[in-house]
């Protein structure tokens, strides 16, 4: 992240793929399953007409996959027509035969495109040391081109691995003395192995301004280095990583003076620094996204160094993760900078905050670790600041906490890849999968968490308009594992559909299942003798829903929704009891979310229903998440918990 900016007002970057968006012109992007990665596309594509002006900078790792060196002696160029990247399979450390299917891969999408080898680009990124098939790529890239288009949404999606979400930044800006706005597209990848010299991550910016590749070079060096090298998320710089800029002129806007090189120069950083921003924020098992800034070092180098080496230390980011104000593991990571470095750093002119609150200076500790300070470090942004005291000069890197999901995706999941003689790479993940001594936690917590709820009745409530397309499938493996705990749930679905294809399930399982009208006594005796009751209720009823759950005698009732539970300024709202939900209520604490659910749980908790679960129905098994785990995936409203 840039210091010192001098940039001048710009549009705000826009994250989100609108249908009514304006692309750069000339660019389209496709995506296809070739059949790396099993049900989801693994192969993406960007072709420009004309051919663009190209420049990229490339992971700084002495150990770089083919694509990198490939790529590397092709660029800066001012002829390229395509970039194919496929996800699931890095195709590094793969020895001679990768190197041959990478340009075999560039031939074969060249000769599609009736287009020359070298105007080709290629990428790959996934599991490192996995021999990459070429056939499933290459029988894939006629398809592939024939489906390309002007949505770049496939193609953000097809390129991801770890990644939760895709990432995408655009912006659209008029450069001084030009008659046309241009139009900058950047879409990236990263979630782990994440510590930039460049780069940090796959990114693709696609613009039709004009500009030679010399300074497209020039420039992307330069912002790289101010946003995607500033980031952190484990300290690991990968194989493959690279951000190409692609510029193919098609507006009526080149960029050639002072002034239009430094307007092009803040639009291509506001873009990446969006984009560097959503790789930290989607960091490997990351639940909060971390910035510190480090000012008042003498030079730049110095301020850079250390607000890198604070945002990689193991010790700090698993205090971001705790929320506590550690600020003395802060000053601890930039000691050891200091050290490693040969900076001169002097702590008795240090002073550190937290979230803007001090929490040490050179006078010492300022601040007891009240609970405003704990409060604020649970927020999903979290910045320190550290002034160093001796000059003028700052940086600000980004990075994530670093949570127990991190170690399961790169230690369990990881030995869970299997790769078929064909190429493909899926994921086992039985339990059996699993190292013995996680198995073993997961099983004798698993049975304690079942324990708790034997004989209980629950209502599981489905409005109109909820869910995703395989929700009834969901609920029914839900609810399967429901019975099998001892739970005796009803349930109420917003169609017959969904109805039948959760009765129809559950009884090939060996389960009784009852068609059911809103009948509390004809229910509770159906419930007692162990039958799952299905209702059908296509019309919202919350307040009719919380009545008869409280006649049926269901100590809990579970709510899907297409949000994430309750949300305040602060975050995820994870518990709360009846009162401070009604205080929270009357005094507008929580962000708008749908009417009915604010009517249900207003019901609930006035009628004195024992426990109220507010659940994310596009979640994967979110019952089951939100019933066996100690903290749930959604927002409980009950009088067993903390407001």
């Not at 290459?138 to 097809?158: I, S, W």
């Not at 991801?160 to 241009?182: F, N, Y």
């Not at 001169?344 to 609970?371: C, V």
């Not at 049975?447 to 869910?467: D, E, T, W």
């Amino acid at each position: 992240m840039t210091d010192d900016s001098n940039s001048s007002a710009l549009p705000e970057v826009t994250t989100e793929l609108s249908s009514g968006l304006a692309m750069p012109d000339g660019f389209s992007w496709g995506a296809a399953r070739c059949g790396i990665k099993q049900g989801r596309p693994d192969l993406g594509l960007i072709l420009s007409t004309p051919p663009a002006a190209t420049a990229a900078c490339v992971t700084s790792n002495k150990v770089r996959a083919p694509c990198v060196d490939r790529n590397a002696s092709l660029v800066p160029s001012e002829s390229i027509r395509a970039l194919v990247i496929n996800s699931g399979n890095a195709n590094a450390l793969t020895g001679p035969t990768g190197a041959r299917t990478n340009q075999a891969i560039a031939d074969e999408l060249a000769a599609v495109l009736d287009a020359p080898a070298d105007s080709v680009l290629t990428a790959s990124t996934g599991a490192i040391g996995v021999p990459l098939s070429e056939d499933l790529v290459t029988r894939a890239l006629a398809n592939l081109v024939r489906r390309a288009g002007g949505n770049p949404k496939g193609f953000a999606e097809a390129i991801m691995t770890t990644d939760t979400c895709p990432k995408v930044a655009h912006l659209e800006v008029t450069l001084p003395d030009t008659e046309e706005s241009i139009r900058i597209l950047g879409v990236a990848k990263g979630s782990g192995m994440i510590h930039p010299q460049m780069a940090t991550t796959l990114a693709f910016v696609c613009t039709d301004a004009k500009v030679s590749p010399a300074l497209l070079k020039e420039m992307l060096g330069g912002v790289v280095d101010d946003t995607f090298n500033a980031i952190s998320v484990d300290g690991d710089t990968s194989t493959n990583d690279m951000v190409i800029a692609f510029a193919n002129g098609t507006r009526n806007a080149e960029v050639k003076s002072e002034p239009q090189v430094r307007a092009m120069t803040d639009a291509l950083a506001a873009v990446l620094d969006s984009l560097a921003e959503q790789v930290a924020r989607d960091g490997e098992g990351a639940t909060r996204l971390l910035e510190v800034e480090v000012s008042g070092a003498p030079d730049r180098r110095s301020a850079r160094l250390v607000a890198r080496g604070i945002c990689r230390s193991s010790l700090f980011k698993c205090s971001v993760f705790a929320g506590q104000p550690d600020f003395g593991r802060v000053a601890m990571a930039a000691g050891q900078v200091a050290f490693e470095e040969k900076l001169d750093i002097d702590p008795s002119k240090m002073t550190i905050a937290a979230q803007g609150i001090e929490l040490y200076s050179p006078r010492g500790p300022t601040r007891d670790r009240g609970a405003d300070v704990v409060r604020r470090l649970r927020e999903d942004v979290v910045r320190w600041s550290v002034d160093l005291g001796l000059g003028k000069h700052h940086f600000v890197a980004r990075g994530c906490d670093l949570s127990y999901d991190y170690v399961r995706i790169n230690a369990d999941e990881d030995s869970q890849i299997q790769v078929s003689p064909e190429g493909v790479a899926g994921h086992n993940t039985m339990l059996a999968a699993y190292s013995p001594r996680l198995r073993h936690h997961l099983l004798v917590e698993g049975l304690a968490y079942v324990r708790r709820f034997s004989g209980q009745k629950m209502m599981v409530y489905v409005p109109p308009n909820v869910g995703r397309e395989d929700l009834a499938d969901m609920l029914a493996g839900d609810l399967e594992l429901c019975l099998d705990a001892g739970l005796r749930p009803a349930v109420s679905v917003p169609n017959d559909a969904m109805a039948e294809t959760i009765q129809s399930t559950l009884r090939d399982k060996g389960h009784f299942t009852s068609a059911v009208s809103s009948d509390p006594m004809r229910m509770t005796r159906l419930l007692d003798r162990g039958h799952l009751c299905v209702m059908v209720r296509s019309s919202p009823d919350p307040a009719g829903i919380v009545d008869l759950s409280i006649k049926i005698g269901a100590q809990k009732l579970l709510m899907m929704t297409n949000e994430s539970g309750l949300r305040d300024r602060y975050g995820h709202v994870q518990r709360l009891s009846p009162e401070n939900f009604l205080l929270g209520l009357e005094r507008g604490r929580f962000e708008p979310t749908h009417a009915d659910t604010l009517v249900l749980a207003r019901h609930a908790t006035t009628r004195g229903l024992g426990a109220l679960h507010l659940l994310d129905s596009r979640v994967p098994h979110a019952i089951v998440g939100e019933l066996f785990t100690d903290d749930g995936i959604g927002t409980i409203i009950t009088r067993q918990a903390i407001g």
